[in-house]
């Protein structure tokens, strides 16, 4: 028998909030992290009751954690807990990281950043000028399509079948982040299965799925009609990693598009807090190492 060592009054904590959290693969990657950057740390996943984020937040506080990831439903309810929100939170809205430094909770949103790392490295096409459609309006649609416009997207429609959400965020785009973008993004809208949407679809350079139509255990369900024929060949990228190929990418390889599945992001946003909290650079050649194992790993 040998003793399990690891964990001593050194450890570096951090970990996920969130609810339900029980199909969490985030440990796996920040502990595997941890090992193979020989720090001392561990990566842990807990679930408060929804009207529990603040008693949450302090115990974490008081009890010496680095930092800690936050998902569905704390990512927008957990700014008011924060002392100091980075600038693409303040953009954003919500925040998936929290870095806790000298006992102020620092917020950061690393979605954008996974995203965006996620499609160049595994796509190996630049975001820049490109015609994209954002299929969704919710939390990780308004981080993607914001994160878009401000990497110099071309144009950006959303699509959603409650339109005035992603009217919203158009809007948000084309007014209130209009003094912030470089370049002359313009988004657009228009309601799922209509005549716009059709239109877009057979058009567009990039799609991506932000809806959770098609996850586990819904995999039957698709964000759009089986008769989208996807003329412009634009590639497909589905934030969803469970199952591996979705109802959509499945559809959108059948009609000779590139299909990605949102593994990569779920990787590089992980990677992007861990840098975050640990203060270092990952060297690329774990990076590497890591991606593709993790890949694997979610391949179901
Ligand atoms: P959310 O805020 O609840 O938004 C969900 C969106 O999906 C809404 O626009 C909703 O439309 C739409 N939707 C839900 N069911 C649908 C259906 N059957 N058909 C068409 N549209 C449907 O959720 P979220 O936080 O943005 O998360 C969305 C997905 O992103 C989840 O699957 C989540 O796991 C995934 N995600 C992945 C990563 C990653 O790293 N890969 C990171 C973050 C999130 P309505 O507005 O009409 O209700």
């Known amino acids: ?162 339109k005035p959400k992603a009217d919203e965020i158009a809007e948000y785009i084309n007014c209130s982040l209009a003094g912030v973008l470089k370049s002359g993004t313009h988004a657009c809208t228009a309601a799922a299965d209509s005549d716009e949407a059709r239109c877009v679809l057979d058009r567009y350079d990039v799609i991506v799925n932000t809806t959770s139509a098609g996850m586990h255990p819904h995999t039957d369900s698709s964000p759009i009609k089986d008769d989208i024929r996807f003329l412009s060949r634009p590639i497909v990228y589905d934030v969803i990693y469970n199952p591996s190929e979705t109802r959509l990418l499945r559809h959108a390889r059948s009609k000779g598009c590139v299909a990605v599945n949102g593994a990569g992001m779920l990787f590089f946003q992980g990677l992007r807090s861990f840098e975050i909290w640990m203060g270092v650079c990952v060297p690329e050649k774990i990076v590497e190492d890591l991606l593709t194992e993790f890949l694997n790993y979610l391949t179901v």
């Open 1 to 162: 028998m040998e003793l399990d060592k690891r964990v001593n009054g050194t450890t570096k904590l951090t970990g996920l909030i969130g609810n339900p959290v029980e199909h969490t693969v985030s440990p796996v990657l920040h502990n595997t992290l941890f090992t193979m950057m020989g720090m001392n740390g561990i990566y842990i996943p807990m679930k408060p009751d929804t009207d529990s984020l603040g008693n949450a937040v302090a115990g974490l506080k008081a009890a010496g954690f680095t930092g800690f990831n936050v998902t569905i439903p704390f990512k927008e309810a957990i700014l008011e807990y924060l002392d100091v929100a980075s600038e693409e939170v303040r953009l954003l809205g919500t925040a998936n990281t929290v870095h806790i430094k000298d006992g102020r909770l620092i917020g950061h949103n690393t979605d954008g950043d996974g995203f965006i790392h996620a499609f160049r490295k595994q796509t190996g096409t630049d975001i820049r000028g490109k015609k994209v459609c954002v299929l969704g309006a919710g939390g990780t649609a308004r981080a993607l399509a914001v994160k878009l416009a401000i990497e110099g997207a071309g144009r950006i429609c959303i699509i959603n079948r409650t």
